[in-house]
């Protein structure tokens, strides 16, 4: 303290003298600040925390047993069947390698090519589709739409998303199906791109998503900084922000391209199921998913297909958790870069 | 100036956010039953200071604190205190209203409540009492029903002295308590605390001097985390021993 | 003499022609953004003409009949009603078994655990979790709830095979823990819009802290809590993989209802160890693998009618829900 009056003040003074009054002369005064936390109330206080901490822990929990169950049925894939067996097998007359996905012959064959091949020609032209209209609806709920059209279509978009993948596949078989057959003339009725489309109408709301939370986030500063250099509203967009908001749209691509992958209703239904090494766009294809999906019921359990089928399971579920934790990583770059 | 018997003792508190210092060996004597303001500049610690005398600094990752700070005899920093506790006698008013979204009622009581008092009389009267206190009984009298955020800005905050008072704190901090207000509404405010300090030791932290010199007994001068000066208000305002204190008090910078 | 200065005027016919020349029309941009347009507004006509074709194809088989009799006569004739069951059945299970759980869950991340790798870890695995393929989550169930839970609880209380098949409760577990994100991010939602400030009131009245959570900040995190729980109900009705195999069934004789017997009376409660029908099970099988599919052809409209119906209705209620929740936020 720094002053130079020397003036005593007692703050005693001050106060009125209740508390010496109200106490007996002999009992010692016993501050009310001197109160510790009780035992008790620690401990419960602790137990409760313990309690949610559990809880916080469920997510990583079912990620680790998702990973440990899936491995421990498909174990004996590694035993009975053997890795190379799930891309080919050796002809034993001709010698040439056989790409076929057959685990109901005598001779079983448990290659994974046809499938892989027909997931990602369902997957691939899905995601490219959905780049176009899921960019352009961000874009458009971002960057055009105003308040209250805003505050209509963009639930409009999410309604979309709510729809039942079944529901997907029923219209693409019974609809879809016939409108294109009679429109493009294919090889099969169901085919890949039937499936395709389909699929595209579960991502696209996945890419227009992420790409709207992207773009928006941009602060405004950034846009009146255009305008105010003299640029149109397409030049802002295309030049400022759709460039600072790449990582937001690509995490939306990754996570689309890895739905495409996944989905399972819509390619069971639309696709043909035919595993074919030949795939093409407009003929029946398999894909991984499907597989799954229509043998499971018929295997017997811990047969050589059972295995198999969980072997699947288990590509399946490694390939969408890398691709979801690179989309991860690159929404947290962005989200990193958006904090000033 | 030395003070005897202060309510609240601080003796070399300092304060660090991870590495760097924020508060510099502060030693500060509070007398009970009086006003003392906290004036300085943006960002000298006021405010940081302020926080120490009821722990809320705590809720803040990484910080560390060393020094005392000694109310009524016990040392508030001491391991194992009831920092639950110590904050129902050292009560706080922030500097934007932060009313629950609940009524008005519900909101005065919110502290009795947890305390375990469930008996409506005994609410009713606390409400009662405390809204007679902060000034406000007669303007919400007939709507403690209502939502406590339907009350304008000045009101909000008397509101909220009220709900710090309900839980009978012999201390209260107030943190640039109307700086949100219009001039009517301070005014009411700064006569409240005029009431209040006949049976609270009051510690107000403000930007604005003039509110300091209107309102409090005792001023402290903080600068870039450094107690400078401290003493009676008539004398800082007036007189300041120190040239910094001048400076800032003549407005030479802020 | 002195040059003439240069005058500058704000005149149109400015030689050097800069300050007020009219823009010349842009028109990339304005081709660009009318192919945005246009596709934005095709992909809504693509929502309502689905949604169109489905209402048209289903009204004409709707009916209170239809809602609660069982399919006859070789699934051409009938209704749906125990399938409306089996889902609803299963649906409620999941909710309680997720909802105490993701709320939990949110708020030990929210309220109690310092940022950090601990937080992040937990955040990546929700993500992550929120990204498996839902037949994962179908195989997952039968080798973890069915082959191991299931078996387990049948040796431990020596019942025979009881649980350790495809049953009613694995189908609601595996599908609790799919929608087990759904559930936590939208309380992280309602959690993190209470302001800071209204925690700090809290404490600074000396309340604890889970005082403060239960009196001051679920209160007002309710009614995000509860979009969350609407939208984990309907995207678990409209979920078909993951329980293809794990007690669906396309037609059963009984609803999985058995009956305890307290002596004067039954009470009727739902089997957990029973198999079920479910309206989205029961549209793929009947547009797959119905032996007539022009004559089922009806039945299958009405069926994704009342899916539909049921996902729609519940995704709709939780929008209104969460818009005015934020427009009272806003006000604030």
Known sequence: MKSTENQIIDSLENTEAERSENKPADQKYTSPYAKRISKRTRIKEKIIKYFFALHGFTAVVFILLIFIFLFKEAWGAFNHIGLVDFLYQESSQTGNKIYEWYPTSENARYSLIPLILGTLITAIPATLISTIFGIAAGIYLSEIAEGKMREFLKPAIELFAGIPTVVLGFFMLVVGATFFQDLLNPANRLNAFLAALGLSLVIIPIIASLTEDALHSIPNEMRMAAYGLGATKWQTIRRVILPAAISGVSAGIILGFGRAIGETMIVLMASGNAANLFVELFRSVRTMTATIAAEMGEVSHHSDHYYALFFIGVVLFTITFILNLFAEIIINKMRKKIKF | ?254 | MEENPKIYSLNSRAPSGTLLKKSKFDLGGFLALSVVRILFFFLLFLLFFVLAKIIYGGLGVLSLDFLISAPTNNMTEGGIGPAIFGTLAVTIIMIVIAVPVGVFSAIYLNEYAKPGVVTRIIRASVNNLAGVPSIVFGLFGLGFFVLFVGKGIDELLQTGLYLGQPALLWASATLAVLVLPIVIVSTLEALNSVPESHRNASYGLGATQWQTIKNVVLPQAKPGILTGMILAISRGAGETAPILFLGCAFFLPNLPVTYIDLGLFYIPMVNPADQFMYLAYHIFILSTQSANPTLTQPIQYGTTFVLIALTLLLNLTAIIFRYRFRKTLGKI
């Open chain 2, 1 to 254: 100036m030395v003070i005897k018997n202060p309510k609240i003792n601080v003796s070399a508190l300092s304060l660090y956010y991870d590495s760097k210092q924020a508060l510099k060996n502060i030693s500060i004597d509070i007398p009970s039953n009086r006003v003392t303001a906290f004036i300085g500049p943006s960002g000298c610690g006021k405010s940081t200071f302020l926080r120490t005398l009821n722990r809320m600094n705590d809720l803040i990752d990484g910080v560390r604190i060393t020094g005392d700070v000694i109310i009524d005899g016990v040392n508030i920093y001491e391991k194992n205190l009831d920092v639950v506790n110590l904050r129902k006698r050292v009560g706080m008013v922030f500097q934007k209203s932060n009313l629950f979204p609940k009524s008005i009622y519900e909101n005065i009581v919110f502290g009795s409540r947890i305390n375990g008092i469930r008996d409506k009389k005994k609410l009713d009267e606390i409400v009662e009492r405390t809204c007679n206190q902060a000034a406000i009984w007669e303007e919400v009298k007939d709507r403690l029903n209502e939502n406590a955020l339907s009350l304008s800005g000045g009101q909000q905050q008397r509101l909220c002295i009220a709900r710090a008072l309900a839980i009978e704190p012999d201390i209260i901090l107030m943190d640039e308590p109307a700086s949100a207000l219009d001039p009517i509404s301070t005014a009411k405010i700064e006569e409240l605390i005029f009431d209040l300090k006949k049976n609270y030791t009051i510690v107000i932290v403000t930007h604005n001097m003039q509110q300091a010199a209107r309102v409090s007994d005792f001023t402290a001068f903080f600068y870039i985390g450094e107690l400078i000066e401290y003493d009676k208000t008539s004398k800082i305002f007036t007189k300041p021993s120190i040239k910094k204190t001048e400076d800032y008090i003549t407005g030479r910078f802020g």
